[in-house]
C-alpha cells in the first residue's frame, strides 16, 4: 500500500525548467516552444507558463502574446489540452500556485517562459525551477547572461547555458560556448533556421518539417533539409534535458573506454 502511493506520487512527479536570459532577445521563447515541441513528440504532457511581461494579454484581442499565437497554431497540429497547456502568470502567488495545479493535473513538463527584467514573478519562476536554461544566441548574450547568474541566481549547479540561433554559423556557436566559461552547456545546440524562428506561424516543428517534406531534386528541397536538421536538433535537446533532470551530463567520447566495446557518449 505505502509502496504504491510512493510510487504513483513518483509517477506524477513533474520537472520545471524555467528559461533565463537578464538580455532581451536572446532565444528564451523561441527554445521553450521548440524544446515544448521535442517533449511533446516523446508524448510527454506539457505545460508552458508565460511569466513574461506579455502574460494576461487578451487572446481574442488585436494584440495577443507570442505564446497564444503559437498555442493556436499548435492546436491547429492537434496539440491541444491536456497535451498542452499555456498558462499565464503575472504574480509570484500566481507562479506557485499554478505550478502546483500543473503537478496535481499529471502536467510531465512545466516550461517557463520569463522575461528580460527580472522582476518578483520571474524571480519565482526561477526559485521553483528544477533546472534553469539560459540560451544565448551570440557571444554578446552570453557574457550579458553570465553577469545575470552572478547577480541574480548566484553560485548554483542547476543552470546549464544553450547555444541557441546563432546566425553567423559554427565559429560563432563555438565562441558563444567558449564565452559560457565554466558552466555548464548543452552538447546539443539548436541551429539558426526557419523552422524554429517561425514556430509562432507554423507551430509543431515536426509538422512543418512533414509539410516541407519533399525529394532531393525537387523544387524547395534545401528548406526541408533546414527543417529536418533543425528538428532532429531540437529531439536531441530534449533528450540532453532529460538527462540533465535525472542528474546526468552527457560527455564528449574521447576514445579511450574501460570497455571493450566503444561508446560513443555515457551519460
Ligand atoms: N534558433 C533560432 N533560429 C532562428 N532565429 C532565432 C533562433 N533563436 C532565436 N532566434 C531569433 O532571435 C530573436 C529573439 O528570439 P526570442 O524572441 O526567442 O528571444 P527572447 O529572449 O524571448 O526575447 P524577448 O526579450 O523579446 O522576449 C527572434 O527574432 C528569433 O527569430
Ligand atoms: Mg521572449
Given at each position: 500500500?505505502?509502496?504504491?502511493?510512493?510510487?504513483?506520487?513518483?509517477?506524477?512527479?513533474m520537472?520545471?525548467?524555467?528559461?533565463?536570459?537578464?538580455?532581451?532577445?536572446?532565444?528564451?521563447?523561441?527554445?521553450?516552444?521548440?524544446?515544448?515541441?521535442?517533449?511533446?513528440?516523446?508524448?510527454?504532457?506539457?505545460?508552458?507558463?508565460?511569466?513574461?511581461?506579455?502574460?494576461?494579454?487578451?487572446?481574442?484581442g488585436?494584440?495577443?502574446?507570442?505564446?497564444?499565437?503559437?498555442?493556436?497554431?499548435?492546436?491547429?497540429?492537434?496539440?491541444?489540452?491536456?497535451?498542452?497547456?499555456?498558462?499565464?502568470?503575472?504574480?509570484?502567488?500566481?507562479?506557485?500556485?499554478?505550478?502546483?495545479?500543473?503537478?496535481?493535473?499529471?502536467?510531465?513538463?512545466?516550461?517557463?517562459?520569463?522575461?528580460?527584467?527580472?522582476?518578483?514573478?520571474?524571480?519565482?519562476?526561477?526559485?521553483?525551477?528544477?533546472?534553469?536554461?539560459?540560451?544565448?544566441?551570440s557571444?554578446?548574450?552570453?557574457?550579458?547572461?553570465?553577469?545575470?547568474?552572478?547577480?541574480?541566481l548566484?553560485?548554483?549547479?542547476?543552470v546549464m547555458?544553450?547555444v541557441?540561433?546563432?546566425?553567423?554559423?559554427?565559429?560563432?556557436?563555438?565562441?558563444?560556448?567558449?564565452?559560457?566559461?565554466?558552466?555548464?552547456?548543452?552538447?546539443?545546440?539548436?541551429?539558426?533556421?526557419?523552422?524554429?524562428?517561425?514556430?509562432?506561424?507554423?507551430?509543431?516543428?515536426?509538422?512543418?518539417?512533414?509539410?516541407?517534406?519533399?525529394?532531393?531534386?525537387?523544387p524547395?528541397?534545401?528548406?526541408?533539409?533546414?527543417?529536418?536538421?533543425?528538428?532532429?536538433?531540437?529531439?536531441?535537446?530534449?533528450?540532453?534535458?532529460?538527462f540533465?533532470?535525472?542528474?546526468?551530463?552527457?560527455?564528449?567520447?574521447?576514445?579511450?573506454s574501460?570497455?571493450?566495446?566503444?561508446?560513443?557518449?555515457?551519460?
Open positions: 500500500m505505502i509502496l504504491s502511493t510512493l510510487i504513483s506520487r513518483k509517477a506524477r512527479l520537472h520545471t525548467i524555467t528559461f533565463f536570459a537578464n538580455k532581451g532577445g536572446s532565444g528564451r521563447t523561441i527554445a521553450t516552444m521548440a524544446l515544448a515541441c521535442g517533449f511533446l513528440a516523446q508524448g510527454k504532457r506539457v505545460a508552458v507558463m508565460d511569466c513574461t511581461d506579455q502574460a494576461g494579454c487578451n487572446p481574442n488585436p494584440h495577443p502574446s507570442t505564446l497564444q499565437n503559437w498555442m493556436r497554431q499548435m492546436a491547429a497540429c492537434k496539440f491541444r489540452p491536456p497535451q498542452l497547456e499555456l498558462i499565464e502568470c503575472q504574480t509570484p502567488g500566481e507562479v506557485e500556485d499554478c505550478a502546483a495545479a500543473a503537478d496535481a493535473r499529471g502536467i510531465d513538463i512545466l516550461l517557463i517562459d520569463t522575461a528580460a527584467r527580472i522582476r518578483e514573478p520571474q524571480i519565482a519562476a526561477l526559485g521553483i525551477a528544477e533546472l534553469v536554461i539560459a540560451p544565448a544566441i557571444p554578446f548574450e552570453a557574457r550579458c547572461i553570465l553577469d545575470g547568474i552572478d547577480e541574480y548566484g553560485p548554483t549547479e542547476d547555458c544553450l541557441n540561433g546563432c546566425r553567423n554559423g559554427a565559429p560563432e556557436a563555438t565562441e558563444t560556448r567558449r564565452t559560457f566559461g565554466h558552466f555548464a552547456v548543452f552538447h546539443s545546440e539548436l541551429p539558426s533556421a526557419e523552422a524554429l524562428s517561425d514556430q509562432i506561424l507554423n507551430g509543431d516543428i515536426g509538422h512543418f518539417t512533414a509539410s516541407l517534406a519533399c525529394r532531393p531534386d525537387k524547395g528541397f534545401a528548406r526541408y533539409r533546414e527543417a529536418q536538421d533543425a528538428w532532429t536538433a531540437v529531439q536531441r535537446l530534449a533528450f540532453e534535458v532529460e540533465a533532470l535525472n542528474g546526468h551530463r552527457l560527455e564528449l567520447f574521447d576514445g579511450h574501460a570497455y571493450p566495446i566503444k561508446r560513443k557518449a555515457v551519460a
